[in-house]
């Protein structure tokens, strides 16, 4: 009874413990107690992001953790976590907290992805405290967010991985960064949101390709792009991919190729993208120009650009396409019933609560890992000879590499100045 007590352990499991040295004893305790703690951690992290009691059981069995609601609602009261305020936070809290969001890249974002970033930081409040705020504070922006949008043509697939839709975003590539993305018709979660020197070039957008089917196991049953000569390795590696699986269903119909107007997932996503967030580092990078402090023609000040705000630009796409993926997607104003609704994530890994499946298929991961070439796929962000000399000047100056825009652009200066100083 006593190791029952101690280890949650059945009599099987206790006789197993006594029959064994004292040394086993500490090992399946500590193997117990790490297995516990793994459990508590993914519970956690489903339970902040949002999800409901049976989303956060359905995700769980992804990692063979099967688990009843009522036991899911014991361990998250012995976590301390719960749907409702346990912590009350004051109005000037709030106000401070809401103000740092939409001083930088969030202040195109509507109060629902507000909520949702404050949420990520531990600030857990009503949605309606957050659209309040909001109101009082930034009213030019909600007032332009409330006009009407577009209305766009109706647009179904028919499950998860049964067709990708992915394109290049060239928004900010005057200041030096390419975007590229790509997005899954059904559920539309993001598969990949990178951000890269240059988005033309084969090589890159293969590797982008083939990391998310290592990392998802296998490739979509279909794949759209646009007419670019960016997406011919892609096409080739897809193609060979689907022939290895299945080759009766290789063919034309595996990789499409038509105008942007076509490919509309990824075009509808980066009308959203801009407001995300990218919107507000255009307007930066362009005040960076309008006053002289980046000249684009300038090999040194791209490079200068690009060892500065790389990194974090990279960092910050992460967490627009988490926070995207995270996010409920409401269903449709144009009377389309079919459109399903729900999460991004909740939709692309548990298909069978819509009543669809997975159309992934499976890949030899020895034939993925074949295809990369580490050489030719992945580009410095930046030339050698400059972080060269960025190196040399920040451990004269005592200088990390910035974790901030703010720091990012006092680096920036510093290195400009030092370039000047030498030419």
Not at 107 to 125: E, N, P, S, T
Not at 298 to 306: A, E, F, L, S, Y
Not at 373 to 398: G, L, P, Q, R, V
Request: proline share 4%; aromatic share 10%; hydrophobic share 35%.
């Amino acid at each position: 009874n006593t190791f029952q007590l101690i280890f949650g352990a059945d009599l099987s499991e206790c006789r197993l413990i006594l029959s064994h040295p004292p040394s086993w004893l500490f090992v399946l305790a500590c193997t117990r107690m790490s297995s516990q703690i793994n459990e508590n951690e993914l519970i956690s992290s489903y339970f902040r992001s949002g999800y409901t009691y049976l989303e956060i059981c359905e995700f769980l069995k992804l990692h063979d953790i099967f688990m009843s609601l009522s036991t899911l609602k014991r361990r998250l009261k012995d976590l301390g976590l719960t749907r409702k305020d346990t912590y009350v936070v004051q109005d000037e809290e709030l106000k401070m907290a809401v103000e740092d969001e939409i001083a930088g890249s969030s202040c195109f974002l509507g109060y629902r992805k507000v909520w949702a970033r404050l949420r990520k930081k531990g600030i857990v409040v009503k949605r309606k405290r957050v659209m309040v705020m909001l109101k009082q504070l930034d009213p030019e922006g909600v007032e332009s967010r409330t006009k009407k949008r577009l209305r766009r043509r109706l647009y179904h697939a028919r499950g998860p991985n049964f067709i990708w839709h992915m394109d290049g975003h060239d928004k900010l590539k005057p200041y030096g960064f390419s975007i590229h993305g790509c997005i899954d018709g059904f559920s539309r979660k993001l598969i990949w949101l990178e951000v890269c020197p240059s988005n033309k070039k084969p090589e890159i957008i293969a590797k982008f390709y083939l990391d998310a089917v290592q990392n998802l196991g296998g490739v979509p049953e279909r794949v759209r792009s646009d007419d670019g000569t960016e997406n011919g390795v892609v096409e080739a590696i897809h193609t060979y991919l689907r022939s290895t699986h299945d080759p009766s269903s290789t063919g034309l119909g595996s990789f499409l190729i038509g105008r942007s107007t076509s490919n509309q997932r990824i075009e509808a996503y980066w009308s959203q993208f801009v407001k995300d967030g990218p919107g507000w580092w255009m307007n930066f990078f362009k005040d960076m120009t309008d006053t002289g402090l980046f000249n684009s023609s300038d090999p040194v000040h791209n490079d200068c650009m690009r060892f500065c705000f790389m990194d974090i630009l990279r960092k910050e796409l992460n967490e627009v396409s988490e926070l995207w993926n995270e996010h409920i997607i409401s269903s449709t104003k144009f009377g389309n019933v079919n459109l399903p609704r729900g999460r991004p994530d909740t939709m692309y890994f548990l298909p069978h609560l819509y009543n669809t499946k997975d159309y992934n298929m499976k890949t030899n991961p020895d034939d993925v890992q074949e295809l990369i070439n580490n050489e030719t796929m992945s580009k410095d962000d930046y030339s050698k000879e400059f972080e060269e000399f960025a190196t040399i000047i920040m451990n004269e100056h005592n200088i990390l590499k910035p974790n901030n825009c703010k720091e990012a652009l006092d680096l920036y200066l510093i290195l400009i100045r030092e370039v000047e100083n030498h030419s």
